[in-house]
């Protein structure tokens, strides 16, 4: 049963040390604002699983508080490359990171695996491919009835996912819209959830019957936060902060240059900043 | 006054790209590629061909290119916009792609693509982003175009890591690996359209762009390349193709503050 919380109060309650943590939102929709409470609040040798790393884990590498990360594209979408995250693999700075390298339509199996409580996802995949010689998590089955050879990877299972969605009702269900992604098997694969909105309102009796909805009982946690997607953001409330994405760039290029913009913009402020940031956008 | 016989290798290796798209196709545009040349041909002479970003969005439209393959008005102009294990096992899995267009970092003369590593896999000279939706499009679409920029450190005689597999070591690769798509059946650069031999599968040089020379090629491309016997000249872009593509980089830059889209 869906709790409203402070975003402080819902990552104390819900992230632990060592967990298997899943900040989720494909481009879209990117729960930014959960990721940095986690950072103020110190969360060490997490697992972050993620498809496409992005800006949030660059984040929370480059701040100290992943051991691994499994994952399918890291990039910085539309600009480059993740330079925190290639510090801590290649030089270990500030500390050295395992990595779990799939594909996209691997991880995405591995969700829909683990919202459908499997332990494993199949699926037709790295026919010829090289991840499956250097990540041993890829691994094949063959078909019972056919004999075709499939690939499976285990499902995936964190310990909590985080999600931005743009509403929740009173009653604390969840709409998501726009793009998707795999927020909805992100959620219902972990064991607890957390969800940051845009806004809270009475109830949902004007919806189209067919919308994409967590209901208010498969999710621990609603924090309202406004703009706390940025520099991601929300169909329907502001545009993505593309200048905010080529800055990263510069920002991560450099240790001290990142460490005096995270104490400044992430350390020595609260989520209520979040709401300035897509001012305009 | 604008002087349509006067292009960059760019617009031209955009505006080849482009035309091997038709009305019927389905085309998932990975990331990387140049969905600049999928729009052209939506903008021009494909009028109904569907697009497909990797985000969910199905038969979108942009207006200007999308800076990442999750910009929000990909879904606007989509026909419909459909969840990421969705896309991946219904549509693409599912075998509803005709073209998947693919950019590369490093290209062999099979088709076979890199952007994982430069060097050992363990400890890279450099780390690139990855594969992304690129193992699977290269394997579950129809056949794959690729598109990229000719260099030496780009064409390479052997890529440091396979993240997506074209035709592997050459002739019948894919079969033995119980691949059933026909991989790469295109390769346009910047200064030549090329397309696997039908028997070895090695690209060979089957057009030139206007004004580029066989020397030209080869000093871009780290194999020792091979041209067809019956050589033509790409014909040059026309005035609507190039007023489309223009028009269209001109909305994109000053809808991103200066940068160009993807």
Known sequence: MAKFQSLKEAVAENLRDGDVVAFEGFTHLIPHAAAHEAIRQGRKDLTLIRMTPDIVYDQMIGMGLAKKVIFSYAGNPGVG?????????????????????????SMANAYEAGAAGLPCAVFRGYRGAGLKEVNPNIRSVTCPF??????????????????????????????VEGIIGVQKEAVLAAKRSVVTVEEIVEDFDDLHPNLCILPHWTVTSIVHVPGGAHPSYTHGYYDRDNAAYLEWDKISADRDLFTAWMKENVLDVGPEAFAGRVKGL | MTNFSDFTPNEM?????????????VC???????????????????????????????????????????????CETAVTTVSVPEMFRYWLQGGRISIGFL???QL???????????????????????????????????????TMKQATRGMVEKIDFYTSFGHGEGGNHRERLGIKTKGPTLLITDLAIWKPDPETKEFTVVSMHRGVTRDKVQETCGWKVRFSDRLEETPPPSELELTTLRELQARTEKAHGGKKGT
Request: hydrophobic share 40%; net charge negative.
């Open chain 1, 81 to 105: 490359l993740l330079r925190r995250m290639r510090d801590a693999i290649e030089n270990s700075w500030p500390r050295g990171i395992e990595t779990e390298e799939h594909s996209h339509a």
């Open chain 1, 146 to 175: 056919t004999g075709e050879e499939l690939a499976a990877v285990p499902a995936h299972r964190p310990d909590v996912a985080f999600v931005h969605a743009q509403k929740a009702n009173r009653r604390g269900d969840v709409l």
């Open chain 2, 13 to 25: 290796m955009t505006i080849a790209a482009a035309r091997a798209l038709s009305n019927d196709d």
């Open chain 2, 28 to 74: 998932f545009v990975g990331i990387g590629a140049p969905s600049a040349a999928c729009n052209v041909a939506r903008l021009t002479h494909a009028p109904d061909i569907t697009l497909i970003y990797e985000s969910g969005t199905i038969g979108t439209a942009p207006n200007v290119l999308p800076l990442s393959i999750g910009d929000g008005e990909l």
């Open chain 2, 103 to 105: 950019g590369a970092a």
């Open chain 2, 108 to 146: 062999d003369r099979f088709g076979n693509i890199n952007t994982t590593v430069i060097g050992d896999y363990h400890k890279p000279k450099v780390r690139l982003p990855g594969g992304g939706g690129a193992p699977e499009i290269a394997s579950s679409c129809k056949q794959v175009f690729i």
